[in-house]
């Protein structure tokens, strides 16, 4: 596809479920980067991949969030245990750049997560 | 700290009217600004990258590094104009840093 894909579009869950998140970047985009958007704020940084390696998990905001990119394209999002609070859209990101070599960062649909 | 700061969460303007829209950032260092627009039902996207220094739609904004600026504006506004719109900030590791967001509304 041309741009940047993520599915599902929406997910609901009850609490204490696990959910996965898919996002496919724009092929040969190096970096990848995840982002929570809560209802009425701005995206939020959770993690950042460059082909295959996770170099900054600083955002994630508790170790029940987990992210992976092993063959350095297709990326998941993982949430265990949700809580209610993880309610958001969840946006994926790529780039051909990288932290050295800036470039326009491609944004996905987004993912809405519900967590009932 | 590294943050941006949009002090307007709707801003309503009629068709023709001069539009501004407010961010400011805090960073140590030179930073690098940007731009994005969501439109309804459509994915964020691009606006303007401060860096490049050129026009999109009629829309300008410039670094001000004295007072910590980068206010988006445009002379007319048009009823397209009409979306979200957010300033971000590129943080250390290439990460975009997000202000809250502005909607703008149009009206004819």
């Known amino acids: 596809g041309a741009g940047v894909s993520q599915s599902p579009r929406y997910k609901v869950a009850k609490r204490g479920q696990d959910v996965a998140l898919r996002c496919d970047p724009i092929?040969?985009?190096?970096?990848l980067f995840w982002y929570q958007q809560a209802l009425g704020q701005g995206p939020e940084f959770l993690t950042y991949?460059?082909?295959?390696?996770?170099?900054?998990k600083s955002g994630l905001p508790s170790d029940r969030f987990f992210a992976e990119r092993p063959e350095g394209s297709v990326s998941t999002l993982k949430i265990q245990r949700t809580q209610q609070e993880d309610s958001a859209v969840y946006l994926c990101?790529?780039?051909?750049?990288?932290?050295?070599?800036?470039?326009?960062?491609?944004f996905g649909d987004g993912t809405r997560l519900s967590i009932l | 700290a590294q943050r941006v700061t949009q002090p307007e969460k709707l801003l309503s303007v009629f068709k023709g009217a001069p539009v501004e829209l407010k961010c400011n950032y805090s960073?140590?260092?030179?930073?690098?600004l940007f731009w994005y627009v969501q439109y309804s039902r459509q994915r964020l996207q691009l606006l303007l990258r401060?860096?490049s220094r050129e026009s999109i739609k009629g829309f300008t904004a410039d670094l001000n590094k004295g007072e910590t600026s980068f206010h988006l504006k445009k002379p007319f506004a048009q009823e397209e104009d009409s979306a979200m719109y957010y300033c971000?900030?590129?943080?250390?590791?290439?990460?975009?840093?997000f202000g809250k967001g502005t909607k703008l509304s149009v009206k004819p």
């Open positions: 990101a790529s780039s051909s750049g990288t932290v050295k070599i800036n470039q326009p960062q491609h």
């Open positions: 092929s040969g985009h190096v970096s």
């Open positions: 991949f460059q082909n295959e390696a996770q170099l900054d």
């Open positions: 960073y140590s260092g030179s930073p690098e």
């Open positions: 401060h860096i």
């Open positions: 971000a900030l590129r943080g250390s590791q290439g990460n975009l840093i």
